[in-house]
């Protein structure tokens, strides 16, 4: 196949790479339906895939991974810097000679018996002024076929790259080369975890990842270049690569707003970026569901845009009462992976809201609901980080202008946790400063499961694993954007929709309700409401957030709106060495900020 480009640095890397894993041929894709139904046709016939039935489930598949590959690794993810203080203490350092001598080995011939793809993808429109270009090489058909859904692939990706045009170079191999004659056997192949490698060399702007076929170590745009290595260009060139999803609010009287979140995870994220409010007359559409790459535009306010073109979200839990847009999302034309296929060829996940008779479980064993293992404990039929990858524009609430080039104007910024003791239903920072500081102390309860003994799990702007520098700096960043944007930056608001009381009831009906914390949002912007003024910022005046049509207790909603200080105070110890965990990096004005915030906590 002759290479349609022209770009001398793309045509060179392409040779390099073929020389090291020796692929038997090398395939560029165009980013064709054509293409896309042919590499699928291929995976199923080599019983990888399975069709699910075309009525219930129209040009749709289904894939098993190996159970040892299910999620993002990140004890293999690396920051590879020539010097260790770059990468700081969030994530795992290596010497990038080192580093590149070892996977080079690994590398070395690991495309036997498969076919190289190369992948040219945007992120972002095609063109647009803040969109990326980024060149995967692989030996994943189910990537390609992920790609294609989750980003613009295709030669016109090529057209604007041009001879000269520069991109990321984004290495992938899922590591098991065949023997002479040998196939997978349906399996989905990958490698061991202790050859599983995702790196990043930040100083090159240049991924390299090997072992792993499944999700954010796979499909190299989103996780590796559109956060890790997007963030560090991002901190050089002046914008913003952040974990958020990026809906617009549109109030009755037709004014529009928009809104970008960081949440951690299980916050239900992609819930919230497809709300659908509860108040009359306001309307929500969604931008984006993971990821904003935000710049200041030329009127001195940050735009954002979601540089994906689709959703790879986690499938236990959704359901109709949980997020119906998503369910509409992939009603065709969607990659499912480890789910239950039913008896009936269709797709089913633990949380669905609908009952399943039977099928086969994501680990390829039939499956009933109820079934237990010989300890008595219930078999999950789909993974908890079974995935459903559709196309955004398949979102029946998907924003008009979610692919305009330019991003939409952001007018707010939201963080939150997931809390079910303290934290109020909803703050708003008094400063960008405090914004900062919110957003870098933002923390979740450690799932039960989790072995650690601390009750609190920090995670800065929900970014902690994707930050592809130190986080100090990172924090830095953030702080000099507020001083380019002056009066003009988004106002930042922490929530948190998962009270309980001490019965263990949720004290806040949350999903489509939470309008109604947006809706007080868009009236502090506008000046229209006054607000309580707390040791932790401003807080909703009794009668100011919009309840009408609920039946909530006035002791609950009192509860929701209470500022324990006692309780904050308990957690002044955490928070030292959450700041003292930073290191020689943390900003004086961070500092600045824990000290205002225990003063005025008393
Ligand atoms: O996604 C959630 N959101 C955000 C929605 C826009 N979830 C699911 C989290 C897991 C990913 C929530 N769960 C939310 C929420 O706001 N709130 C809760 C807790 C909750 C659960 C159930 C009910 C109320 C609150 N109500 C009933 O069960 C009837
Ligand atoms: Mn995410």
Redesign the pocket.
């Known amino acids: 196949m002759t290479a349609p480009t022209k770009n001398k640095k793309l045509l060179a890397w392409v040779d390099e790479v073929v020389a090291m894993c020796k692929p038997d041929s090398v395939y560029w894709c165009d980013g064709s339906k054509a293409e896309y139904d042919t590499l699928m046709q291929g995976m199923v016939d080599s019983g990888l895939a399975i069709k699910l039935d075309e009525k219930k489930r129209p040009n749709s598949f289904h894939f098993r991974s190996d159970p040892s590959d299910v999620a993002r690794v990140e004890n293999r993810t690396y920051i590879a810097s020539v010097k260790q203080e770059d990468a700081g203490p969030t994530n795992i350092w290596t010497d990038p000679v080192e580093l590149k001598k070892t996977m080079r080995a690994l590398y070395d011939g690991c495309m036997k018996g498969r076919t190289m793809y190369v992948i040219p993808f945007s992120m972002g429109p095609v063109g647009g002024p803040i969109s990326k270009v980024g060149i995967e090489l692989t030996d994943s058909a189910y990537v390609v076929c992920n790609m294609h859904i989750m980003t613009r692939v295709g030669t016109k990706v090529l057209d604007v790259l041009g001879e000269n045009g520069d991109y990321i170079p984004c290495l992938h191999s899922v590591g098991k080369p065949l023997a002479e004659g040998e196939d997978d056997g349906g399996l989905w192949p990958c490698a061991p975890l202790e050859k599983k490698y995702i790196s990043h060399f930040p100083e090159e702007n240049l991924i390299w990842s090997y072992g792993s076929g499944y999700g954010g170590n796979a499909l190299l745009g989103k996780k590796c270049l559109a956060l890790r290595i997007a963030s560090n260009m991002a901190r050089n060139e002046g914008w913003m690569a952040e974990h958020m999803l990026i809906l617009r609010l549109t109030s009755p009287e037709g004014k529009q707003y928009h809104i970008a979140a960081a949440f951690p995870s ?3 994220k992609t ?2 970026a497809m ?1 659908q409010p509860t108040i009359e007359g306001w309307k929500c559409e969604c931008v984006g569901d993971d990821i904003a790459w935000m710049k200041i535009g030329p009127d001195g306010r940050l735009r954002a845009i979601n540089p994906e073109s689709g959703f790879f979200g986690v499938a236990p ?1 959704t359901s109709a009462a ?1 997020n119906p847009m998503a369910l509409e999302s992939i009603r065709e034309n969607s990659i499912f992976t480890n789910c239950v296929v039913t008896d009936d060829n269709d797709i089913w996940w633990e949380d669905m809201g609908i009952e399943c008779k039977g099928g086969i479980d994501w680990k390829g064993n039939p499956w009933k609901p109820g079934m237990v293992d010989a300890d008595g404990n219930k078999i999950k039929g789909a993974h908890p980080n079974a995935r459903f990858t559709a196309p955004a524009a398949q979102c029946p609430v998907i924003c008009p202008d979610w692919e305009a080039p330019e991003g939409v104007p952001i007018d707010i910024f939201v963080f939150g946790g997931r809390r079910t003791k303290m934290m109020p239903l909803v703050h708003q920072a008094y400063s960008w400063d405090q914004g900062v500081f919110m957003g870098a102390t933002a923390a979740s309860e450690a799932t039960a499961a989790a072995l650690d003994v601390k009750g609190i799990r920090r995670d800065p702007m929900a970014m902690k694993p994707f930050i592809g520098y130190h986080v100090g700096d990172y924090f830095a960043h953030w702080f000099k954007m507020g001083d380019k944007m002056g009066d003009k930056a988004p106002k930042a608001f922490y929530v948190n ?2 009270r309980k009381n001490d019965e263990g009831k ?1 004290l ?5 309700d ?1 309008a109604r914390v947006l809706k007080w949002m868009c009236e502090r912007v506008d000046g229209k409401v006054e607000a309580v003024e707390t040791p932790i910022g401003y807080m909703p005046k009794p009668g100011d957030l919009d309840l009408t049509g609920l039946d909530i207790p006035a002791e609950d909603i009192a509860e929701l709106l209470k500022v324990d200080v006692a309780a904050f105070k308990a957690e002044f110890e955490d928070l030292d060495s959450y700041m003292a965990s930073v290191g020689d990096k943390l900003p004086e004005r961070m500092k600045a900020q824990v000290a205002a915030y225990k003063q005025r906590l008393g």
């Open positions: 299980a916050c239900g819930n919230l709300l839990g949980s929709w998962f949720w806040w009906p949350g999903f489509g939470n």
